[in-house]
């Protein structure tokens, strides 16, 4: 093994840096800490294998993430045969038995991530490093994925992105070691345009408020790009930093602005305060242009609906997935969640629970650990049985690619939990796009050394 | 070599503290936290307590935006790989440079004013080029998403030696590559290097002018001495640091987020140094890596743990017992380090080090009664 | 001209805030000579004593009702509030007013838990270096919001405004402009007239009561008043109960304009201290103006005609003029001459 980690040593060696100006070859092998010991970053050596999960528990996505954490529980209970096993029997691939991984005991760490890129990397670091953690997944923030996600590549960790709706992160930094199983904000789009064309129709005003990061900046580059396909002039776009809290200074000059819809690139408690601090504002009652002003949350999730309460009735958004889908899947996934923490899962739950046991079952099928080989499993792989129809997780970006749904608040709940109805799906046809339509290059599959 | 020659003292303590930080993968082991990661982080912000203790241990001026030197150092160090070359050195070199000369700009401005005032401008300072690097500045910081490496990045010196390849380079120096232990020993070879020079520093006239300042900055300017060149100078080096601090934290992860420079992070910094001792050469260091630890290994703690830790208590009192510690650790070890923080300063405000030296006296102090009492007892 | 007046509008709820935390840093300050860095996390305190008293309400009984099933299948749960289970539809109404309600829970919380941080811990410190009272006073603010934390976890807890109050006053029909060209949010008003009669009902206290006027003298010279005969520290350490309550009252009646979370308080306390600066340190009239000035500029240079002429101003007007305050004027728009300029 010694010989294959100095292979890959001087090859780095001689890529990096100001190469040769005064490299002597004589690097510090006795430093690394696991040179001699395995052939890849946090082989398991014993009978567990240890999973991360990195989710934000403070910070503008903290309720995302907590319920992230609760579905990445059920998976490892699920993997390690406890429980009702919740979507494995209905999963397309028999290869997961409820014995863990490949025979080995699933174990997990978990680390906050404060929904900041900064903070969500040392806490993968340490996952990594100190816990030995072989893959890591989370996210609930684009830019915290994409960090994390080039944290992974380095060290040769893979990366199961959960929330995350950026172009970007299977786009321009995309990675040979992230996946992504969440839909993206083109996907939104497409999905969306139609259904704000039927209701709204096609003279409209848009002003855009947004978040001002990757997932902001691409999903109201996707937004203006499918409302203006419909018709629709772009008012004006304003950034609004991050976990603002008080959005009224923004929301203000969209009074007089002569625009008659506000789009809103929000998520997470941003989302709730600035939906709820515009209905605040009158925005829904107003007319504007002689039409009925509207708001719109082009991504929503039954947290943020909660959390909005009436404010969220009538509004437009898209989902990667609803607890109300009767497919089998989903139903026992809801059933199993449910009954464990007495709430339905979000779309966050629920992306993170299937990228857990879709790294498991690729593990099973590649047989090995080896992250190169568990990779070429998830490639192009084709699989149904877990909640969005029959998918593709396309090798060429690693983006995965089915139905999307579009879901408008309900204006009379019958319970605390039915919030959001699906109104129109956007069919994985619909929402699939050619791999080079973003730019980006998934880099080596050679594994690093840590 | 002049400039190398320390008083005897200085020199083994030197040596001790070089001992010390380089056998840190050993002596650490046992406490959990010989992880690169983590070693790296206590000789990076070794490095931002010490460069802060030279402003506000000599000359008592509590500046509030420290931390906006780190994330100008982080920044541009990051900015000096995407452009130039992985290489860590220039990266930090211009880390180091660049925050000098905001620190310069900076506390020309601030040390107009001493006091509460001053720690309000350098405050608002550090306030402003958060919230900028944070919304205008970002095609520079790259805002929310934090300043990452690409593929696309010019890297012109790297680019004249080698050909593009596919993947993300790492930081590296001479050719070596940077990661993990590697990179814990670069950071800390500076960290020795930084406290080498704070040592001259504390031991030069200039140091005694500075502690002069503290103590009465009226009599010194009453004495035709106009003070804010000296003060000004601790401020630049000590933003130096700071910025040397944020280079290291992009070398050894290149990324650099505005978070860095909140603050709170600022506030840190204070903490770190206060706890460890003020004022002192190796106390901020201590406090350095006690908060850094706690932070890692404390926070890490969970209720599992403490159930194991008390299970030798009866069942009642084993469930209170890990019910009251349970908001001490974990999520809540903020709460143990404000409740520190506030002890220390009511009781202690000399921190660790003045603690420590309270001990050795009261031991000295029995030692010599003993001896005393021993001597005139063998005299009678 | 109704952008211009829509964000002076939008500047007077935040400038109210502004303006009452100043107040009581710089009645602090004023009295005991002591920089409160904790004094936002009076400000956090209070907003929580708004959820607690929601939360004491509206503590639920659980039941459930075999006819309807819950997403998975076991029957839902039906919750009700306490206060309507055992006061029907008067406890409605009480949840619905929980906000202005916990008014009521807040002064005698925030007097004690004033009262008992400065003979606890302050008084300990009025004659350290303001160095050591600002770092005594920031590691106390980390216990305060760390212990909220413990308590209410560390997410934003939204807290509705009574119905009565949502929606949107149209102000500008008032004043004869368009109908609908200027709406201001009922409970923005609601915060604005509140601040306003709190200011008047503090400095009214300060003006024609005794107790005000040996504070006041205090203030002014504690020495003499102290020679006088008179014991003065009772009265102040009153005085920091009173500006606890003041910061508190500020927080409740913010709840639902701003979620509160556990760290609020140290979002509003570097503004409050730039305020207190800027309106000139131990100056109450001057911590006051500077409050709605500042809250109203930074309306201001969020419009977008003037961010477009320059870009980020919103973001760093307030610390701008801080620095050009302390640099021009250090003693701030209406503060005394000599006060901390050493």
């Known amino acids: 093994m010694t010989n294959f980690k100095k292979g890959i040593s001087r090859r780095r060696l001689i890529k990096t840096g100001l190469a040769g100006v005064l490299a002597t070859g004589v690097s510090p ?73 490949l025979g080995k005991r699933v174990a997990y760490v978990t680390g906050d991530t404060q929904t900041q890129s900064d903070a969500a990397r040392d806490s993968a670091r340490r996952m990594i490093e100190r816990d030995g953690a072989l893959m890591i997944s989370g996210g609930s923030s684009s830019g915290v994925a994409i960090a994390v996600q080039g944290l992974c590549q380095e060290m040769g960790v893979i990366f199961m992105a959960a929330l995350t709706h950026s172009n970007d992160t299977t786009g321009k930094d995309r990675r040979r070691y992230g996946f992504r199983h969440f839909f993206n904000a083109y996907q939104s789009g497409i999905g969306l345009g139609p259904q ?61 602005s002569g625009a008659d819809v506000l789009i809103l690139n929000h998520y997470g408690f941003d989302g709730v305060n600035s939906l709820t601090q515009a209905v605040q504002f009158g925005l829904k009652d107003r007319q504007a242009n002689g039409k009925n002003f509207q708001i719109v949350l082009p991504l929503v999730s039954d947290l943020m609906a909660a959390g909005a309460g009436n404010a969220m009735q009538g509004v437009f958004g898209t989902s990667n997935w609803y607890w109300s889908q009767q497919d089998e899947g989903s139903k026992a996934f809801t059933n199993s969640f449910g009954a464990k923490y007495g709430r339905p899962p979000s779309q966050a739950a629920h992306t993170s629970y299937v990228q857990t ?47 999307v749904f579009v879901v408008q608040g309900k204006e009379n709940p019958s319970n605390e939990f039915d919030l959001l109805e699906v109104v129109s799906t956007a069919s994985r046809d619909n929402v699939t796009y050619a791999p080079d339509f973003f730019e980006g290059e998934l880099g080596p599959y050679d594994p690093a050394m840590c | 070599m002049n400039v190398l020659r320390l008083p005897r003292q200085d020199v083994i303590l030197f040596a001790v503290f070089a001992i010390v930080v380089l056998t840190m993968p050993i002596w650490l082991t046992p406490f959990g936290a010989a992880y690169p990661g983590l070693m790296q982080k206590f000789a990076i912000f070794a490095i931002f307590a010490v460069g802060f203790n ?57 040390l107009r004013r001493s006091g509460i005032y001053f720690a309000i401008l350098t405050l608002a300072f550090a306030q402003m080029s958060y919230n900028l690097a944070y919304s205008v500045l970002t095609p520079i910081t790259n805002g929310e998403t934090a300043l990452q490496l690409t593929n696309n990045d010019p890297r012109v010196i790297d680019m004249m030696f080698m050909e593009r390849t596919a993947g993300l380079p790492s930081p590296s120096i001479f050719g070596q590559p940077l990661g993990g232990i590697g990179g814990f020993y670069l950071c800390a070879v500076l960290l020795l290097v930084a406290f080498f020079i704070a040592q001259k520093v504390f031991a030069s006239p200039f140091g005694m002018m500075l502690r002069a300042i503290k103590s009465n900055q009226t009599r010194m300017s009453y004495t035709g001495f106009n003070t804010r060149p000296y003060a000004l100078t601790a401020f630049v080096i ?16 290149p990324l650099a987020g505005a978070e860095r420079m909140e603050w709170t992070a600022s506030g840190e910094v204070v903490l770190m140094t206060i706890l460890g001792g003020v004022g002192t050469l190796v106390g901020p260091v201590i406090g350095a890596w006690l908060i850094k630890y706690l932070e890692n290994i404390f926070s890490a703690f969970n209720e599992g743990m403490l159930h194991a830790t008390f299970s030798w208590l009866p069942d009642g009192v084993e469930d209170i017992v890990v019910a009251v510690t349970s908001k001490f650790v974990g999520e809540g070890w903020h709460l143990t380090l404000g409740l520190v923080f506030v002890l220390i300063v009511v009781f202690l405000p000399g921190g660790i080090m003045e603690g420590v030296r309270r001990i050795r006296s009261a031991v000295a102090n029995r030692r010599d009664n003993r001896r005393t009492r021993f001597s005139t007892s063998a005299a009678e | 001209m109704e952008a211009i007046f829509a964000q002076l509008l939008n500047g007077l709820d935040k400038g109210g805030a502004y303006a009452l935390i100043a107040l009581g840093l710089t009645l602090v300050f004023g009295t005991l000579g002591v920089v409160n860095f904790a ?47 055992y006061l029907g539809d008067w406890g409605a109404v009480i949840i619905d007013y929980s906000v202005p309600l916990s008014i009521l829970l807040a002064i005698p919380v925030m007097l004690i838990i004033g009262i008992v941080m400065e003979r606890g811990l302050i008084k300990h410190f009025y004659n350290r270096p303001h160095a050591e009272q600002i770092l005594v006073t920031f590691g106390l603010a980390i216990v305060l919001q760390e212990l909220v934390k413990t308590f209410f976890g560390p997410n934003p807890i939204p807290q509705p ?79 920091f109960g009173l500006a606890a309550v003041v ?34 340190m131990g100056s109450l009239p001057g911590a006051v103006a500077a409050g709605f000035l500042l809250g109203i500029l930074q309306s201001f240079a969020s419009m977008t005609a003037i961010k477009n002429l320059i870009p980020g101003i919103d973001q760093i007007i307030i610390y701008l003029l801080a620095v050009v305050i302390l640099l021009v004027r250090p003693r701030g728009l209406m503060g005394r001459r000599g006060v901390m300029e050493s």
């Open chain 2, 54 to 110: 030279i402003l506000f241990g000599l000359t008592g001026y509590l500046s509030f935006g420290h931390a906006a030197f780190l994330g100008v150092g982080s920044y541009t160090a990051v900015w000096s790989f995407k452009l130039f070359t992985m290489d860590a050195i220039p990266a930090l070199i211009f880390a180091v440079l660049m925050s000098g000369v905001f620190a310069l700009g900076i506390g020309f401005v601030s």
């Open chain 3, 39 to 85: 004094h936002g996390a009076l400000f956090m305190l209070g907003a929580f004593c708004a959820v607690a008293f929601r939360e004491l309400i509206t503590y639920e009984i659980v039941t459930t009702d075999p006819e309807q099933l819950s997403p998975w299948g076991s029957p839902l749960e039906i919750r009700t509030p306490i206060a309507q289970q």
């Open chain 3, 247 to 280: 910061a508190g009252l500020a927080g409740v009646m913010y709840t639902p304009l701003l979620p509160p979370n556990y760290h609020l308080g140290m979002e509003f306390l570097v503004l409050s201290f730039v305020v207190v600066v800027v309106g000139g």
């Open chain 1, 29 to 101: 092998y006795i430093f690394s800490r696991s040179a001699f010991a395995q052939e890849f970053c946090n082989a398991p050596t014993g009978d567990t294998v240890t999973l991360g999960f990195n989710v934000p528990l403070t910070g503008a996505y903290a309720d995302e993430g907590a319920d992230e954490l609760r579905a990445f529980e059920l998976a490892v209970e699920h993997l390690n045969g406890e429980g009702d096993g919740g979507m494995i029997p209905h999963f397309s691939s028999d290869a997961l038995t409820g014995n863990g991984i």
């Open chain 1, 357 to 403: 046991l879709l790294y498991a079952d690729a593990a099973e099928r590649a047989g090995t650990f080896y992250p190169p080989e568990v990779i070429r499993a998830l490639e192009d792989y084709e699989f149904d049985g877990l909640g969005n129809g029959p998918t593709l997780y396309r090798g060429a970006d690693h983006q995965c690619f089915k139905d």
């Open chain 2, 238 to 253: 000590s933003g130096m640091y700071a910025g040397l601090a944020g280079g290291l934290l992009a070398v050894t992860d």
């Open chain 3, 161 to 239: 405004m009574p119905s009565t109050f949502r929606g949107a006053a149209d102000v500008g029909s008032w004043l004869g402009l368009t109908p609908g060209a200027v709406t201001y949010p009922w409970w923005r008003l609601v915060y604005f007239l509140f601040s306003i009669g709190i200011l008047s009902a503090v400095f009214a206290f300060l003006r024609f009561t005794t107790f005000g006027m040996v504070v006041r003298a205090g203030m002014a010279d504690r020495e003499t008043v102290r020679l006088l005969g008179i014991d003065i520290d009772r009265r102040f350490t009153l005085m």
């Open chain 1, 196 to 256: 704000l064309g039927d209701a709204y129709g096609t003279d409209r005003r848009a002003y855009h408020l947004t978040a001002d990061y990757t997932w902001g900046w691409t999903q109201e580059e996707s937004m203006i790009a499918a409302t203006e396909a419909l018709g629709w002039e772009t008012a004006e776009t304003v950034r609004t930093p991050v976990g603002a809290g008080d959005f009224s200074q923004y929301i203000t000059p969209v009074l007089n």
